[in-house]
């Protein structure tokens, strides 16, 4: 007697797919980072670190010109309406009008820019269009972008902010 014993076909056999779940799950975890890598910026990466090194000592030059200068200056909050008086060991700073950039520390679709406006005697004037609450880096600059007074503050809706270039020693 033969007897005959029916085969399974090949996709019902286990050891088909014991031997093949390996690689295939590779070739689909390898195409997923493919994928992966070449969507996503390498934001950590510098491509040239001596431009990064030059640009440093721009900005630490920049931060010495406004020490050498006695820069310093106080903004006074008032809802939305900014008021800044700036002054030098010269006396009132001249400036047709000045730049303060406020970073938020960890969304930068937050940031803003604020031009303020001479009104002369070295008071300018300035608005935001949004409310400003909580923790902000500062920069504050001239038309020259020469000197820059910098820092880190808590701001709030009402009240005042003292900047000079002690602020901008750290860092």
Do not use: C
Request: glycine residues 8%.
């Amino acid at each position: 007697m033969n007897h005959e014993v029916p085969v399974a076909p090949w996709y019902r056999q286990p050891w088909f797919w014991f031997l093949t779940i390996a690689p295939l799950s590779a070739i689909t975890f390898s195409m997923f980072m493919l994928v992966v890598a070449s969507n996503m910026k390498d934001t950590m990466v510098s491509d040239d670190y001596s431009k990064e090194g030059r640009g440093i000592n721009l900005e630490i030059a920049r931060d010495q010109a406004a020490a050498e200068m006695g820069l310093s200056a106080d903004m006074a909050f008032d809802n939305r309406s900014l008021l800044l008086n700036v002054t030098t060991q010269q006396g009132p700073a001249d400036y047709p009008y000045l730049i303060l950039n406020l970073f938020h520390p960890t969304l930068a679709q937050n940031d803003r820019t604020i031009q303020f406006q001479s009104d002369g005697n070295g008071h300018y004037t300035g608005t935001m269009l949004q409310d400003i609450e909580g923790r902000w880096y500062y920069e504050l600059r001239g038309p020259d972008n020469q000197w820059r007074l910098k820092g880190e503050a808590w701001l709030r809706s009402e009240g005042d902010l003292h900047m000079g270039p002690k602020d901008s020693a750290k860092g």
